[in-house]
């Protein structure tokens, strides 16, 4: 289940790992984007960032057609398969970002 806190022990003391991350499910487009995203909280751009943050509004107005189909299939999977901390508000999104993503939050 999401946690919309932002709580960076939790994800320390999980033991979260870039390769305990399945993408599978992922729409294969996204998936450099989204491992950068994961494991070093690099930026997939605009859109991404927008959908990750639930601005999904804001995400539908920047996607392209293909996308704006993605878009579900996209939330889903950050949903089931990343890190609670890694998406879900801007500030979470930020935050994930400013740390490093999962290898930032290893040497907290």
Do not use: C
Not at 16 to 22: K, L, Q, T
Not at 29 to 50: P, Q
Not at 54 to 73: F, G, K, V
Not at 79 to 87: I, K, R
């Amino acid at each position: 289940m999401h946690n919309p806190k932002n709580n960076t022990e939790w994800i320390v003391k999980s033991g979260w790992e870039s390769e305990d991350i399945d993408y599978t499910d992922l729409p294969k487009k996204w998936h450099g984007a989204m491992k950068r995203y994961m494991d070093n909280g690099i930026s997939g751009g605009g859109f991404l960032d927008s959908l990750l943050s639930d601005l999904y509004y804001e995400a539908t107005n920047i996607a392209d057609p293909e996308n704006r189909e993605l878009m579900h299939d996209i939330y889903s999977w950050a949903y089931h398969n990343a890190p609670p901390d890694s998406f879900g508000s801007r500030e979470l999104v930020k935050e994930w970002k400013r740390q490093g993503g999962l290898n930032g939050h290893k040497e907290l």
